[in-house]
């Protein structure tokens, strides 16, 4: 069976500061894996995916990942964030037929 | 439609009583998925409709809770008998096939408040 798991529950950062929200999953399978942003109030988005090929994938947003099959890692990374990214963002993972499986979340937090 | 609509998005309900959540989802999209997501939790997996059959319930908690697709649209969520333990957002998604490669669209979810 795949598992995701977020080290983190919250993530405060000041404004302008990179950022990085850790993603580690667990799988006997070949996988995708996904990372969801949810504003507050608003449903989930698709931020970015990794389905094959390069493993660095750019998202929305100015968000970044990485793909580490070695460490069984999705860091998500932005450069300089902004007020605006406050919200709560959700690694996941799915085998190649089946259902996706959700991290339980990580907020981040912008300081000013 | 151009997104996937859940209705209502707030429901208050009594212990008790049936409720019953709708999501209507990209006109297209052939797989529909249910989740539940609790006060700080994460996403919990309910079940998947590929057309209007159903190869994965295994998410459902209980059978108090039911699931029904009509072709290749509209989905109904019953939960019956409701308990407080069933507060939560149901969040409704579609995808063009049941192969990931395209991500989930999420609806906004129903937030249900059981009391």
């Known amino acids: 069976a795949q598992s995701v798991t977020q080290l983190d529950s919250q993530v405060p950062v000041f404004e302008e500061a990179p950022v990085e929200l850790r993603c580690n999953y667990s799988?006997?399978?070949?996988?995708?894996l996904f990372w969801y942003v949810q504003y507050p109030n608003q449903g989930l988005q698709l931020l970015l995916k990794?389905?094959?090929?390069?493993?660095l994938v750019k998202g929305i947003n100015g968000f970044e990942a990485e793909f580490n099959k070695s460490q069984t890692s999705f860091h998500l990374r932005k450069p300089s964030v902004h007020i605006s990214d406050t919200a709560e963002y959700f690694c996941a993972v799915s085998p190649r037929d089946d259902k996706i499986i959700f991290g339980k979340g990580t907020r981040l937090h912008i300081l000013p | 439609g151009a997104g996937v609509s859940q209705s209502p998005s707030n429901k208050v309900t009594e212990k008790g009583k049936d409720v019953e959540l709708r999501c209507d989802p990209i006109s297209g999209h052939t797989a529909l998925y249910w989740y539940r997501q609790r006060l700080g939790q994460g996403l919990e997996f309910l079940i998947y409709f590929q057309g209007n059959s159903a190869p994965d319930k295994s998410g459902l908690p209980s059978d108090r809770f039911s699931a029904e697709r009509t072709g290749e649209s509209v989905s109904t969520l019953t939960i019956q008998r409701t308990q407080q333990e069933d507060s939560a957002v149901y969040l409704c998604?579609?995808?063009?096939?049941?192969?990931?490669?395209?991500?989930?669209?999420f609806g906004s979810g129903t937030r249900l408040t059981v009391v």
């Open positions: 998604a579609s995808s063009l096939d049941e192969v990931v490669t395209y991500g989930y669209t």
């Open positions: 990794y389905l094959s090929g390069s493993t």
């Open positions: 799988s006997s399978v070949s996988v995708y």
